[in-house]
């Protein structure tokens, strides 16, 4: 009993604890955005398809992103790429409510300054991805377990934070809530500062490390090839990427595009935007604490085989429920339906990947499955503004189960080469 304790306790050292914990915070500043932002754009202008364009901003330089990232956190570490990246972010997002203030906001440097502040997003949270890959292999701690503990952290925030979004908006402004978004930025910085007063998040660069962080700095087109090389190689990584990037040209635009449309357009309700939202947080909080415990035991191929053809079946079923308190539990069930797909990711990324792979493969693997996302934003956007607008969830539903069907045949024709 007592060698059971003291393992919990290793399992829930300061440093891991504390980047669990700041990821949260952050994850939690961003669902505050993501109720804010589109709610502030309909209330302005009634499309959805302009939403749709404005959020397509907020996508583009993850892609752009692929470029720099991984060089970034190769040669200057996690911890200053992360604090570096929540500084900006942190005054990027406070320029919104700022210039709307003085009047001089428009859609245009909206665009701008979402832009603006996922630029460095993508390095931020790679740079945190690497502080926490290098806690759990110093402590040797169980990688299932610790990743789907920070999906479920993730999964918490984005649960609370639509809600916490949602009573802001509706009692204080839709203004508001981008000001606690900002502040999170804020304080994630500073307490990694206070962090690496007392642990060496970085730990010791090796001269090997050295030497590869000179050769990414002057062979950038060559470091991402042979990354894109090694994951092609990789046959069940490339399988899981492709069926990732189908799910995010349709669930992206479905959060932040139909669920606003829908609830702003059709209920007029912020609040059952929120509780949307929530309800889906709680459905990806169940999944990947399910995964946590049980993943382990059970192949990553049937749970996405599953969980993706449940996708498919809710989103059709969606049209067909008009309630605005009935269609919080197919939501439920959406994101039941895919809160397994990050601790998934990861967990098959650290096994099957290289360390001296990692980092770039991670920042390849999360660029290429968001590449089509502004397809996906702009064709969902405009899909919206038709006649047809309230059938959308079925295409979508659609979208899914071809791309499932590939993934099935993708394996299933390289079933001699899985790992």
């Known amino acids: 009993m007592k060698r059971l304790s003291q393992r919990a306790t290793k399992g829930f050292s300061w440093p891991i604890f504390t980047l669990l914990s700041l990821n949260g915070i952050t994850i939690l500043g961003n669902a505050l955005t993501e109720v804010a932002i589109p709610w502030l754009i309909l209330e302005i202008s ?7 364009a404005v959020m397509s901003a907020k996508i583009l330089p993850i892609i752009l992103s692929t470029f720099f990232s991984a060089p970034l956190v190769d040669r200057f570490g996690g911890f200053r790429t ?13 320029l919104i409510p700022l210039f709307y203030r003085l009047d001089m906001l428009n859609f245009a440097l909206l665009a701008v300054l979402l832009a603006l502040s996922t630029l460095l997003d993508s390095p931020g949270r790679l740079a945190k991805d690497v502080l926490l890959m290098k806690e759990i292999a110093k402590g040797k701690y169980d990688k299932s377990f610790i990743n789907g503990l920070n999906t479920s952290i993730e999964n918490v925030c984005d649960l609370a ?3 916490i979004a949602a009573i802001i908006v509706a009692s204080l402004g839709t203004i508001t809530a981008l000001y606690f978004d900002a502040a999170s930025f804020l304080v994630v910085a ?17 001269n090997q490390q050295k030497a590869d962080q000179q050769e990414v700095a002057h062979l950038s087109w060559r470091y991402f090839k042979d990354g894109l090389i090694y994951i092609r190689s990789l046959n069940q990584v490339s399988a899981v990427l492709f069926i990732s990037a189908i799910v995010n040209i349709v669930i992206t635009p479905f959060l932040l595009v139909y669920l606003p449309f829908m609830n702003k357009l059709v209920f007029d309700s912020v609040i059952n935007f929120g509780l949307s939202m929530a309800c889906f947080g709680a459905g990806t909080t169940a999944s990947s604490l399910a995964y946590s415990f049980f993943g382990k035991h059970i192949k990553a191929k049937n749970i996405i085989l599953v969980g993706y053809l449940c996708l498919t079946l809710t989103l059709a079923s969606i049209p067909f429920i008009q309630n605005q308190i009935l269609i919080l539990i197919p939501l439920f069930f959406i994101g039941l339906s895919i809160g397994f797909a990050g601790p998934i990711e990861v ?15 991670m920042t390849i693997f999360t660029s290429i499955r968001f590449l089509s996302v502004p397809l996906g934003y702009l064709c ?21 189960f071809v791309g499932l069907a590939i993934f099935y045949f993708w394996l299933e024709k390289n079933q001699p080469n899985r790992h």
């Open 161 to 163: 934070g639509p809600l």
């Open 380 to 400: 969902f956007g405009a899909l919206l503004e038709s006649s047809l607008a309230l059938y959308t969830p079925i295409v979508m539903s659609a979208t899914v």
């Open 46 to 52: 009634d499309s959805p398809g302009l939403v749709a």
């Open 190 to 206: 500073f307490a990694l500062i206070l962090l690496k007063k007392y642990q060496d998040l970085d730990h010791v660069i090796t």
């Open 347 to 361: 967990t098959l990324i650290q096994t099957q990947v290289a360390e001296s792979f990692f980092a770039r493969t």
């Open 82 to 94: 992360s604090i570096i990246s929540d500084l900006v972010n942190f005054l990027s997002v406070l």
